[in-house]
Nanobody
Framework: VQLQASGGGLVQAGDSLRLSCTAS????????MGWFRQAPGKEREFVAT??????SSYYSDSVKGRFTISRDNAKMYLQMNSLKPEDTAVYYC?????????????????WGQGTQVTVSS
């Protein structure tokens, strides 16, 4: 399975961006999916996750209320509103090993190449 993440860019604080992730195989429509991010000099961290049918989703405390994860079969999206400079990172999409949503990177089997999000103050 190959994942293609897109939609990143350079924006100002308070702006919005919508990230997209497309999986190469329809198999991913039966799996949970998630977004993670990694800022320079920091470890990769969980952002949001959604289960196979979109019925369950979870967010990190740092993005809750500002970001919304959604999916349409094997495509996944991350609507990011009220962006802050601390949201600056490379954002990665991933496909989980099972149908559930998961906050742990260890539960993901396929990863995209990442898309850069830069938020200026």
């Amino acid at each position: 399975v190959q994942l293609q993440a897109s939609g990143g860019g350079l924006v100002q604080a308070g702006d919005s961006l919508r990230l997209s992730c497309t999986a190469s195989r329809r198999t991913s429509s039966n799996n949970g999916m998630g977004w993670f991010r990694q800022a320079p000099g920091k470890e990769r961290e969980f952002v949001a996750t959604i289960n196979w049918n979109g019925g369950s989703s979870y967010y990190s405390d740092s993005v809750k209320g500002r970001f919304t994860i959604s999916r349409d079969n094997a495509k996944m999206y991350l609507q990011m509103n009220s962006l802050k400079p601390e949201d600056t990172a490379v954002y990665y999409c991933a496909v989980a090993r099972g149908a559930w949503a998961s906050t742990s990177a260890n539960n993901y089997q396929y990863w995209g190449q990442g898309t850069q999000v830069t938020v200026s103050s």
